[in-house]
């Protein structure tokens, strides 16, 4: 297994980063929860979250506008000062992978540490990603735990790739689930927060 890096004391004023991206179709409370979990186990300053213009990793499934999945992130952080959203991902003409991201972030924020937050079930295919060697060289890798998958990764022991686990709960609620209630005329309630829920019924989003 990759060697577990002990998170450094802070000796300075150096931002602490931390950067969730995803589909967000839509976010949900499990989102949240693991970006706060993850803001406390880390000392993070900040949590950046990075909606993607399009899954690179995987099909769309009714993946609503770029537009109304920002908005939805910014209803979903607000009152959150440690909390923001970014449409760097969104704005951007060619298509997204996490190497770009980390590269002008790593620009916006000079000397910043970076910390890219991730499922277990995409730690263990990162070496499948673009140019993963530099990924790894420009932040710290802190896994959250996923149902059913569990970090192990011997390509990443070969590039020596060190990372953090986050001792984040199980949360069983997923975007496709909501989705799928929504279509059906069922509740989300305490699955997403009260203004995205607004904001899909505004909008008829994942109505059929």
């Known amino acids: 297994m990759p060697q577990i890096r002990r998170i450094r004391q802070r000796s300075g004023p150096v931002l602490r980063l931390g950067v ?22 880390l000392r993070l300053d900040l949590v950046l979250f990075v909606p993607a213009k399009a899954p690179v990793h995987k099909a769309p499934d009714n993946v609503v506008t770029p537009d109304d999945r920002y908005e939805m992130l910014v209803r979903a ?21 996490s190497i770009i991201t980390v590269r002008d972030l790593a620009l916006d924020y000079p000397g910043a540490e970076i910390f890219l937050l991730i499922g277990a079930d995409s730690f263990n295919e990162l070496h499948t990603w673009r140019e993963y060697r530099e990924l790894l060289s420009l932040s710290t ?14 390509a990443l022991e070969e590039a020596g790739a060190s990372y953090v686990l986050i001792q984040n709960p199980i949360i069983e609620i997923s975007s496709t689930d909501i989705r799928n209630r929504i279509r059906a005329g069922r509740s989300i309630r305490y699955m997403v927060t009260d203004g995205v829920a607004e904001y899909i019924r505004e909008r008829g989003l994942y109505e059929d």
């Open 77 to 97: 952080t607000a009152g959150n000062a440690r909390f923001e959203v970014s449409r760097m991902e969104l704005d951007r003409e060619d298509p997204s992978y």
């Open 141 to 154: 890798l802190a896994v959250l735990a996923r149902p059913g998958s569990v970090p192990g990764n011997s």
């Open 20 to 41: 969730l991206g995803g589909t967000f179709n839509p976010v949900h409370l499990g989102h949240l929860v693991n970006a706060a979990v993850a803001l406390d186990d």
